[in-house]
């Protein structure tokens, strides 16, 4: 592994700059040592990938196209190449150079041979994606070129989506001034915010209008990048035949909220700005493994949009509540609202807590509705407390930009496109300070966040946030089609408890249905740590002792319920199944909840309703 110290020596002796730190991180999360690497898009020296890297052979492929496509420039000026340095491109053909332990062929990876595939343990690709026009078929054939168990590594920016994604080459103007993408007037995204007409007019206020031409040209219409936005290359990589390890946005820029809004209604579908690259990890095997989060997000609508009214909840398992519902509650959804109504499924009065426990939310929706509440404060850290991790909130609310937010005698609290900056991670110093002086507890992300405009000049604030919490540390709920919950009285001894546990959770699993069925366990009167230790004997106790088979596909749900309040129980019955009545159970607290009136039966009678 790379030392400090070795980096700093390698960019030093090999004339390397982020070459060295990209091959360290692929040391760390993927190894390098021992193995046969493809170099997609780059020359990396025989000495440094031997000596430091400890592989067992290295073949680099870099395209001869991209030499070309910026010799009006002068050529490639970057470090870590050799093109520059030779003669005849002819003589680095695959035909005309048989593998060797360190190869280094001027081609592009789309026309890779057939007598390559499946030779190599790693492909190693580094600031190189950005430029391939070809994606798909580029990744087909890094695809063929792996063994069985192969991985693909890639780190590349920046991209088209990012805030210096026009890749401006090096340019001199006339009067010796130096321009990159790294030092330009260009502002940030203004590739994307201009017109070529309207670049050309704004670069002319900076250089001559010969060097502005040339930067239009190599801003919009050089082929030397292929001008793909990050759910391009998401999408991409989605097709191929690869199984996704690791996707990561990188080198995140902060982007101010105008010019967000801007970039979003410019390009409708787009929301990846910030970052300036991607890092990708993927794998040569035949199940794919997909964790993007706009398709956690697509996937959740797609879910919601399918489920079945005639048993509400149960196909999608979701948890979605639509908050201040009234009469208009979205089909599929928990309504909650203050006053009683047909579509009203839980009457609560949520200046106080929201009446479901924490981490048991996965979609929130509160149109018109968050401005009746007087404490945002308070209404931010109640929708982040029911959140489940990644959950997400669809929020609409009177702007005061318009007259809608003032007009209604009963809003009682003031909003803008600017108030959720203090929530959201976009914006660190507004969070930060909004966390340590005004009490908020959460974090969210922007999906999106926009304008809208109505009759009689009410304009509407139209946020689709992400609940940020670490899964490790929530413990969420889970729910399925049969929801079953139980009060154990804590104050018996643990002998008994675990008796009852133990039956209980038997009953279950042995249920023909058990892969349907999610058992929330209440926590009253006891330390939730101490439950966790109990549930995870009695489900130790069932494997081993008791030769219980578990199979993962078709197992029950155990869920401990961590509630703060009786309140919390209202949103949790329109879910609730039922209740197993147990000898010794908490039956002071289930009359407090008014869970009585949840239907109920005695182990026996589930146990005799399964055969």
Same mark, same amino acid.
Request: charged share 20%; proline share 5%; hydrophobic share 35%.
């Given at each position: 592994m790379l030392t400090q110290e070795q980096i700093q020596e390698c960019q030093s002796n090999f004339n390397l700059s982020y070459h060295v730190n990209f091959a360290h991180i692929c040391q760390e999360l993927v190894g390098l040592e021992n193995k046969d690497v493809l170099e997609v898009g780059g020359s990396l020296p025989p000495d440094f990938v031997f000596d430091y890297l400890g592989v067992k052979s290295w073949t680099g492929i870099e395209t001869p196209d991209y030499e070309k496509s910026l010799q009006e420039t002068g050529g490639i000026t970057h470090t870590g190449t050799i093109i520059k340095d030779i003669k005849n491109i002819s003589d680095y053909k695959f035909n005309n150079r048989?593998?060797?332990?360190?190869?280094?062929?001027?081609?592009?990876i789309e026309d890779l041979p057939e007598e390559y595939y499946q030779k190599?343990?790693?492909i190693f690709s580094i600031a190189t994606f950005e430029h391939i026009h070809k994606l798909p078929l580029a990744l087909d054939k890094m695809f063929l070129a792996l063994k069985p168990g192969g991985k693909l590594f890639s780190m590349f920016s920046p991209i088209w989506s990012a805030y210096d994604g026009h890749h401006l080459p090096n340019l001199v103007d006339q009067q010796g001034r130096k321009f990159h993408f790294g030092d330009s007037p260009i502002p940030p995204w203004g590739h994307l915010l201009m017109t070529p007409p309207e670049m050309y007019k704004y670069l002319c206020q900076f250089t001559d209008i010969e060097t502005a031409n040339l930067m239009v040209y190599y801003i919009y219409h050089s082929p030397h990048i292929n001008r793909l936005f990050t759910e391009d290359y998401l999408a991409y990589i +989605?097709?191929?035949?690869?199984?996704? &390890?690791?996707?990561?946005l990188i080198f995140m820029h902060p982007i101010e909220l105008e010019a967000k809004i801007k970039l979003e209604h410019l390009y409708p579908g787009r929301k990846y700005f910030q970052n300036n690259?991607?890092?990708?990890?993927?794998?040569?095997?035949k199940n794919k493994i997909i964790n993007l989060e706009?398709?956690?997000?697509?996937n959740k609508n797609e879910e919601i949009g399918t489920m079945d009214n005639s048993e509400p909840l149960a196909p999608s398992k979701l948890i979605c509540v639509d908050l201040?519902?009234?009469?208009?509650?979205?089909?599929?959804?928990?309504?909650?609202?203050?006053?009683?109504?047909?579509?009203?499924?839980v009457i609560a009065d949520l +200046?106080?807590?929201?009446?479901?426990? &924490?981490?048991s939310v996965d979609f929130i929706k509160a149109h018109d509705f968050i401005e009746h509440l007087p404490d945002r404060i308070h209404t931010m850290n109640e929708i982040w407390r029911i959140c489940k991790p990644d959950a997400i909130i669809d929020i609409s609310v009177p702007s005061t930009d318009g007259r809608g937010a003032f007009q209604d005698p009963t809003h009682v609290s003031f909003w803008n496109i600017n108030s959720f900056m203090y929530y959201c991670k976009e914006f660190p110093l507004y969070l930060a300070g909004c966390q340590s002086h005004y009490g908020f507890k959460g974090e969210f992300s922007i999906v999106s966040i926009e304008e809208k405009q109505s009759a009689h000049q009410v304009i509407h604030v139209h946020a689709v946030l992400k609940a940020i919490k670490s899964e490790e540390t929530s413990y969420q709920l889970n729910f399925k089609d049969i929801n079953l919950i139980i009060f154990p009285d804590w104050n018996q001894s643990i002998n008994i408890i675990f008796e009852q546990m133990i039956n209980v959770c038997q009953a279950i699993i042995d249920h023909p249905k058990n892969s349907d069925i999610t058992l929330l366990i209440d926590t009253q009167k006891t330390n939730l740590e101490d439950a966790q230790f109990l549930l995870a004997d009695v489900l130790i106790n069932l494997c081993y002792d008791k030769n219980t088979g578990i199979n993962n596909d078709k197992f029950p749900e155990f869920n401990l319920l961590?509630?703060?309040?009786?309140?919390?129980?209202?949103?949790?019955?329109?879910v609730l199944s039922s209740r197993i009545v147990l000898e010794h159970e908490n039956k002071e607290f289930i009359n407090q909840t008014g869970l009585e009136q949840l239907p109920s039966c005695t182990l026996e009678e589930f146990q005799n309703a399964s055969h």
């Amino acid at each position: 592994m790379l030392t400090q110290e070795q980096i700093q020596e390698c960019q030093s002796n090999f004339n390397l700059s982020y070459h060295v730190n990209f091959a360290h991180i692929c040391q760390e999360l993927v190894g390098l040592e021992n193995k046969d690497v493809l170099e997609v898009g780059g020359s990396l020296p025989p000495d440094f990938v031997f000596d430091y890297l400890g592989v067992k052979s290295w073949t680099g492929i870099e395209t001869p196209d991209y030499e070309k496509s910026l010799q009006e420039t002068g050529g490639i000026t970057h470090t870590g190449t050799i093109i520059k340095d030779i003669k005849n491109i002819s003589d680095y053909k695959f035909n005309n150079r048989p593998p060797t332990r360190y190869n280094f062929y001027l081609e592009n990876i789309e026309d890779l041979p057939e007598e390559y595939y499946q030779k190599y343990d790693l492909i190693f690709s580094i600031a190189t994606f950005e430029h391939i026009h070809k994606l798909p078929l580029a990744l087909d054939k890094m695809f063929l070129a792996l063994k069985p168990g192969g991985k693909l590594f890639s780190m590349f920016s920046p991209i088209w989506s990012a805030y210096d994604g026009h890749h401006l080459p090096n340019l001199v103007d006339q009067q010796g001034r130096k321009f990159h993408f790294g030092d330009s007037p260009i502002p940030p995204w203004g590739h994307l915010l201009m017109t070529p007409p309207e670049m050309y007019k704004y670069l002319c206020q900076f250089t001559d209008i010969e060097t502005a031409n040339l930067m239009v040209y190599y801003i919009y219409h050089s082929p030397h990048i292929n001008r793909l936005f990050t759910e391009d290359y998401l999408a991409y990589i +989605n097709q191929s035949s690869f199984a996704i &390890d690791k996707i990561d946005l990188i080198f995140m820029h902060p982007i101010e909220l105008e010019a967000k809004i801007k970039l979003e209604h410019l390009y409708p579908g787009r929301k990846y700005f910030q970052n300036n690259g991607i890092l990708l990890i993927a794998s040569k095997q035949k199940n794919k493994i997909i964790n993007l989060e706009q398709q956690k997000f697509d996937n959740k609508n797609e879910e919601i949009g399918t489920m079945d009214n005639s048993e509400p909840l149960a196909p999608s398992k979701l948890i979605c509540v639509d908050l201040g519902c009234g009469t208009h509650k979205e089909e599929g959804f928990i309504g909650v609202d203050v006053i009683a109504g047909h579509q009203v499924d839980v009457i609560a009065d949520l +200046n106080g807590n929201f009446p479901f426990p &924490d981490n048991s939310v996965d979609f929130i929706k509160a149109h018109d509705f968050i401005e009746h509440l007087p404490d945002r404060i308070h209404t931010m850290n109640e929708i982040w407390r029911i959140c489940k991790p990644d959950a997400i909130i669809d929020i609409s609310v009177p702007s005061t930009d318009g007259r809608g937010a003032f007009q209604d005698p009963t809003h009682v609290s003031f909003w803008n496109i600017n108030s959720f900056m203090y929530y959201c991670k976009e914006f660190p110093l507004y969070l930060a300070g909004c966390q340590s002086h005004y009490g908020f507890k959460g974090e969210f992300s922007i999906v999106s966040i926009e304008e809208k405009q109505s009759a009689h000049q009410v304009i509407h604030v139209h946020a689709v946030l992400k609940a940020i919490k670490s899964e490790e540390t929530s413990y969420q709920l889970n729910f399925k089609d049969i929801n079953l919950i139980i009060f154990p009285d804590w104050n018996q001894s643990i002998n008994i408890i675990f008796e009852q546990m133990i039956n209980v959770c038997q009953a279950i699993i042995d249920h023909p249905k058990n892969s349907d069925i999610t058992l929330l366990i209440d926590t009253q009167k006891t330390n939730l740590e101490d439950a966790q230790f109990l549930l995870a004997d009695v489900l130790i106790n069932l494997c081993y002792d008791k030769n219980t088979g578990i199979n993962n596909d078709k197992f029950p749900e155990f869920n401990l319920l961590n509630i703060h309040s009786t309140d919390e129980y209202k949103g949790l019955l329109p879910v609730l199944s039922s209740r197993i009545v147990l000898e010794h159970e908490n039956k002071e607290f289930i009359n407090q909840t008014g869970l009585e009136q949840l239907p109920s039966c005695t182990l026996e009678e589930f146990q005799n309703a399964s055969h």
